[in-house]
């Protein structure tokens, strides 16, 4: 049995049983444009076709074990179990502009063992496939799509670092922003790095027109490698390096992410520092307001004031580098910026 989204599998198969290369498009419209989720319930196909797609594919192999949405109802949160055990979360935020995002997750647990973050505490359970990605995807647009709405935005920000997964992240990317599949645009795409370099030499040639946004947290090395393992291994000279390349090869901005956490990384004269590494720079800093989660609170960590977090704001202007301070989504039920830990 193979995922109905491995496209290269169920077009060999078809090849191999004569069927006419016509009807792979009809199940494509059915399952990205209209979302079936019954291989019986595609009646553009005649039934021989169906009854080869249910015994050789499988629709879906994450089961919705919990979904949760905030008060507010801007924000929910989806615990999937995968077939061998593991539990994974993805979360929709319902912005007041208007637009839909998909938080996704690319890993069960997180190698990158990052202080401030609820996931890493987990530790790395395995890589998800391909098909385990898509059909999050897939059932965040499915949910939006029946409440009369559109899913616009993916971000690989949820659990994992995407990577240290990066081909199963690559044909997930291609699936969501194929035009006769769910047809996102590439720019509505973020792919959110700890900063591994090999990775992101890869991502600006295979998707120049994706946005990248990297987890800086701190301007300078001995902050970030008290807060971010992954410093020891590409510090901040070599990641600001391959940065530099990345920009100089697609023209695109990097969004920078900087989460403030009272006391560690959020002292005045670090946002001189954070100014002067990225002057010059095509850079956004994200400020992300330091969301206590499940595993990290014996660590300590406490959230910047707000006047802090404006501070480095206008020392940032000064530099000419743009910076937005993010607004905390879905804190009442785990889902923000750090929290996903899946107290399963």
């Given at each position: 049995?193979?995922?109905?989204?491995?496209?290269?599998?169920?077009?060999?198969?078809?090849?191999?049983?004569?069927?006419p290369?016509?009807?792979?498009?009809?199940?494509?419209?059915?399952?990205?444009?209209?979302?079936?989720?019954d291989?019986?319930?595609?009646?553009?196909?005649?039934?021989?076709?169906?009854?080869?797609?249910?015994?050789h594919?499988?629709?879906?192999?994450?089961?919705?074990?919990?979904?949760?949405?905030?008060?507010?109802?801007?924000?929910?949160?989806i615990?999937?179990?995968?077939?061998?055990?593991?539990?994974?979360?993805?979360?929709?935020m319902?912005?007041?502009?208007?637009?839909?995002?998909?938080?996704?997750?690319?890993?069960?647990?997180?190698?990158?063992?990052?202080?401030?973050?609820?996931?890493?505490?987990?530790?790395?359970?395995?890589?998800?496939?391909?098909?385990?990605?898509?059909?999050?995807?897939?059932?965040?647009?499915?949910?939006?799509?029946?409440?009369?709405?559109?899913?616009?935005?993916?971000?690989?920000?949820?659990?994992?670092?995407?990577?240290?997964?990066y081909?199963?992240?690559?044909?997930?990317?291609?699936?969501?922003?194929?035009?006769?599949?769910?047809?996102?645009?590439?720019?509505?795409?973020?792919?959110?790095?700890?900063?591994?370099?090999?990775?992101?030499?890869?991502?600006?040639?295979?998707?120049?027109?994706?946005?990248?946004?990297?987890?800086?947290?701190?301007?300078?090395?001995?902050?970030?490698?008290?807060?971010?393992?992954?410093?020891?291994?590409?510090?901040?000279?070599?990641?600001?390096?391959?940065?530099?390349?990345?920009?100089?090869?697609?023209?695109?901005?990097?969004?920078?992410?900087?989460?403030?956490?009272?006391?560690?990384?959020?002292?005045?004269?670090?946002a001189?520092?954070?100014?002067?590494?990225?002057?010059?720079?095509?850079?956004?800093?994200?400020?992300?307001?330091?969301?206590?989660?499940?595993?990290?609170?014996?660590?300590?960590?406490?959230?910047?004031?707000?006047?802090?977090?404006?501070?480095?704001?206008?020392?940032?202007?000064?530099?000419?580098?743009?910076?937005?301070?993010?607004?905390?989504?879905?804190?009442?039920?785990?889902?923000?910026?750090?929290?996903?830990?899946?107290?399963?």
């Open positions: 049995m193979f995922s109905i989204h491995d496209e290269a599998q169920l077009t060999a198969l078809f090849e191999q049983e004569g069927i290369k016509f009807r792979y498009a009809q199940i494509e419209n059915a399952l990205y444009k209209n979302f079936v989720t291989f019986s319930e595609i009646q553009t196909i005649p039934k021989d076709v169906r009854n080869l797609l249910k015994e594919c499988f629709y879906r192999s994450l089961t919705v074990d919990l979904e949760k949405t905030s008060s507010n109802g801007q924000t929910t949160k615990l999937f179990k995968t077939q061998t055990g593991e539990f994974i979360e993805a979360v929709i319902r912005h007041l502009t208007g637009r839909n995002t998909l938080c996704v997750s690319c890993q069960a647990g997180c190698p990158m063992a990052c202080s401030f973050c609820a996931t890493g505490k987990l530790g790395l359970l395995r890589n998800l496939e391909m098909y385990e990605i898509v059909e999050q995807i897939v059932y965040a647009a499915k949910l939006l799509y029946e409440n009369g709405a559109t899913l616009r935005n993916i971000v690989f920000m949820g659990m994992g670092e995407p990577m240290l997964n081909e199963n992240v690559k044909r997930a990317i291609e699936i969501a922003t194929e035009q006769k599949k769910l047809n996102l645009s590439n720019r509505r795409v973020t792919v959110s790095t700890c900063g591994i370099v090999p990775g992101i030499r890869k991502f600006m040639t295979d998707f120049p027109q994706t946005s990248l946004a990297v987890s800086l947290h701190a301007p300078n090395d001995e902050i970030r490698k008290s807060i971010m393992p992954v410093d020891h291994t590409y510090p901040l000279k070599d990641l600001m390096q391959i940065l530099d390349e990345y920009v100089a090869k697609t023209n695109k901005r990097i969004f920078y992410e900087y989460i403030m956490i009272n006391g560690v990384n959020d002292h005045v004269k670090l001189d520092e954070l100014g002067k590494l990225l002057q010059g720079r095509l850079a956004h800093v994200n400020f992300i307001p330091y969301n206590p989660g499940e595993g990290t609170d014996s660590d300590g960590f406490l959230p910047t004031p707000r006047f802090i977090i404006e501070k480095f704001q206008r020392t940032l202007e000064k530099y000419g580098i743009p910076s937005t301070i993010r607004a905390t989504m879905g804190d009442d039920i785990d889902a923000a910026c750090g929290q996903l830990a899946n107290k399963k």
